[in-house]
């Protein structure tokens, strides 16, 4: 187990809006804020987004099963920031719902905005971290600096 200890440093309110990425607005917003390490709570509206809902296989390195969702589904979701290897990597998780239907997993690629998304960015200061590619996963994982024994 790794781990890594810092504070709470800045805490930001930034509301996403109508047809707006999500995605690339939180990337713009924390590399313009230059936030090292942090973790983002959000909770809104997406018009379209793709979301990987596991692996197809739980094989190691996995295969990702994608999903789209269209058509205003509502959503919360949680993100964790380090930096990697070009600038800030941001790694968003949500749950998605419209109807009786709803999906977890992990929001990549993109998410247009329905109406609005209101996102709570926590910065962390002090956390020794970077989220590098695993060659054995094929996947990028945080690295922290020390190792619970």
Avoid at 39 to 47: C, K, T
Avoid at 96 to 124: D, K, M, N
């Amino acid at each position: 187990m790794q781990y890594s200890e810092g504070q709470v440093g800045r805490v930001f309110t930034v509301r996403i809006d109508d047809r707006e990425d999500f995605i690339s607005e939180v990337r713009r917003f924390v590399a313009a804020m230059n936030i090292q390490s942090g973790m983002i709570h959000f909770l809104g509206a997406v018009r379209s987004a793709r979301i990987v809902t596991g692996p197809k296989e739980p094989v190691i390195p996995p295969i990702p099963r994608h999903e789209e969702i269209l058509g205003g589904w509502e959503l919360f979701g949680f993100a964790t920031i380090y930096p990697g290897e070009e600038g800030p990597s941001i790694h968003i998780h949500t749950v998605a719902g419209r109807g009786i239907q709803s999906l977890a997993g992990c929001l990549r690629e993109r998410g247009e905005v329905y109406v609005i998304i209101e996102a709570t960015i926590t910065e962390f200061v002090g956390i020794s971290a970077k989220r590098i590619f695993d060659e054995k996963t094929g996947v990028d994982l945080p690295v922290f600096d020390r190792v619970l024994p």
